[in-house]
């Protein structure tokens, strides 16, 4: 039996030497016995790899992949590790294709063990946490202890270093310690837990920040544990608060609920019935219409009303020709009252003016009149009316059709289609379609000019700006007095 003694658990440097002497004398791997250190071995005693009679020098060859395995598997704390890695190498002069037959059951255990080695790597990263210290020298210094399940802390050590290169640090571990000055490394034994400071005076603010930046509505306890399991609990200042955090998720998450900010602000809800009084007081310029728009203010045909700042009502000259139905209020029109006057009304107004249509001769409106949305954080984000909601919006859009008569109605987006078709169909197939609705009225079917702004591919954007505005161009061929210029 032929012994081969390492200098450390982890001593890649040491293995690889005394594992290309006895491949290159043909020593099965039965043969030899791995020590670390001054370990003892067996009941057989033998002779040092080392001390084995130079041979013609043999080739050996291997994958690229395989030193950086073996790297990492050398880490592991099976004490098999030196003897399955030796065998890969020997396999891998006679099969040099092994690296990628995962179903090899030395291949299998190798990639297991590495992936292990790697995971507790991540771990240490993450979970060591430092105390400060006062150095024999009187100047700050700063210790963590860290308990790894593997022989990690060389391998890991450039991580601290660049993290940390301007601190002086050590970190002790039952198996070996890393001791930073500011300029080199040093690596020496075991360290017990007893040799690393319990506390400091910063953690009491660490664990003040813990506590508030903990969120109970987004509390998953088993992905938790996973990433960072209860083993580690026992080494980090914040651990101590995470079982009662846990504990009272439920009920702060509830208050949370109960505690959301009232939708809409307090400011909007005095700025909608100031315009009430407004109208109220207002001579009655265009008869049956404003008394509509009025009616409308209080509409409750809906539970879009619950939460929406106003009704959002049509505006333009009744003897318009053409007539915009968008789909629902933005966030700005909820707050404002007007339609078309947030990001997508931009795009609609600059579109409008590069196709040469004057939108001051058109009639805009939505085909639903309340905002709806969601809310994350703080920002409301739009939400697609269903079916429901759009059937109760259909008739104040019946209304304006009424006051209206427009000699083209130019639907934006499926939501308007919907609502003035009654078919739930794509977009896609009425688009660039002659179209006429039920009482003979022209229709023109695109895109809502917010579809533009949501295209996150610059390519996309600009092919579809084309189309829509080709649609507005061919409305500019339909009716010729909403070219801007000429007279209506």
């Known amino acids: 039996m032929l012994v081969a003694r390492l200098d450390h658990p982890a001593d890649f440097d040491g293995w690889r030497r005394q594992a290309r002497i006895a491949a290159q004398a043909g020593i099965a791997p039965a043969l030899i016995d791995w020590r670390v250190g001054d370990e003892e071995g067996g009941l057989f005693g033998g002779?040092?790899?080392?001390?084995?009679?130079?041979?013609?020098?043999?080739?050996?060859?291997?994958?690229?992949?395989?030193?950086?395995?073996?790297q990492a598997v050398i880490c592991h704390r099976d004490p098999e590790r030196f003897d399955l890695l030796y065998r890969l190498l020997l396999r891998l002069q006679r099969e040099p294709g092994l690296m990628h037959v995962m179903t090899d059951d030395d291949i299998h255990r190798a990639n297991a063990m590495a992936k292990a080695v790697r995971r507790d790597m991540h771990k240490m990263t993450a979970f060591v946490r430092f105390r400060e210290i006062v150095g024999a020298d009187g100047a700050e210094a700063f210790v963590a202890w860290f308990e790894p399940e593997h022989h990690i802390v060389e391998r890991v050590s450039r991580f601290f270093v660049e993290r940390f290169c301007a601190m002086r640090w050590s970190i002790l571990t039952p198996l070996r310690c890393l001791h930073w000055d500011g300029k080199t490394l040093h690596v020496t034994d075991a360290a017990s837990r007893s040799d690393a400071p319990s506390d400091d005076a910063m953690e009491a603010y660490w664990r003040t920040y813990y506590a508030n930046i903990?969120?109970?509505?987004?509390?998953?306890?088993?992905?938790?544990?996973?990433?960072?399991?209860?083993?580690y609990w026992r080494n980090l200042p914040e651990a101590d608060l995470i079982a009662p955090l846990i504990a009272g998720a439920g009920r702060r998450a509830e208050a949370m609920v109960a505690n959301l900010p009232t939708l809409p602000p307090e400011r909007h809800v005095r700025q909608a019935q100031r315009q009430r009084e407004e109208v109220a007081e207002a001579p009655v310029a265009s008869g049956s219409w404003a008394e509509a728009k009025a009616a409308a203010r209080d509409c409750t045909r809906c539970g879009l009303c619950q939460h929406a700042t106003q009704t959002v009502f049509g505006e333009g000259p009744l003897a318009?020709?053409?007539?915009?139905v968008g789909e629902q209020p933005g966030d700005q029109e909820?707050?404002?009252?007007?339609?078309?006057?947030?990001?997508?009304?931009?795009?609609?107004?600059?579109?409008?003016?590069?196709?040469?249509?004057?939108?001051?001769?058109?009639?805009?409106?939505?085909?639903?009149?309340?905002f709806k949305f969601e809310v994350r954080g703080k920002r409301r984000i739009h939400q697609r009316p269903n079916a429901g909601e759009i059937s109760a919006c259909r008739f104040w859009l019946g209304l304006e059709r009424d006051f209206a008569r427009p000699k083209l109605i130019v639907a934006l987006g499926a939501t308007a289609v919907h609502a003035l078709t009654g078919h739930s169909g794509s977009l896609a197939s009425m688009r660039e379609r002659d179209l006429t609705l039920d009482d003979g009225t022209a229709l023109v079917a695109t895109v809502h000019p917010s579809y533009l702004l949501r295209l996150p591919d610059e390519a996309a954007r600009l092919r579809e700006t084309e189309r829509f505005l080709a649609d507005l161009e061919r409305v500019g061929r339909l009716v010729p007095e909403m070219l801007a210029g000429v007279a209506a």
Not at 346 to 353: A, I, K, P, S, T
């Open 47 to 70: 002779e040092s790899v080392d001390d084995l009679a130079p041979v013609a020098a043999i080739e050996l060859t291997v994958p690229r992949d395989f030193p950086e395995l073996a």
């Open 214 to 231: 903990f969120n109970p509505a987004r509390l998953k306890i088993k992905a938790m544990t996973a990433e960072m399991p209860r083993k």
């Open 320 to 324: 318009a020709p053409v007539m915009f």
């Open 334 to 370: 909820d707050l404002a009252g007007k339609p078309f006057i947030g990001p997508a009304g931009q795009v609609f107004d600059r579109l409008m003016g590069e196709a040469g249509l004057d939108r001051r001769r058109a009639y805009v409106t939505n085909a639903v009149k309340h």
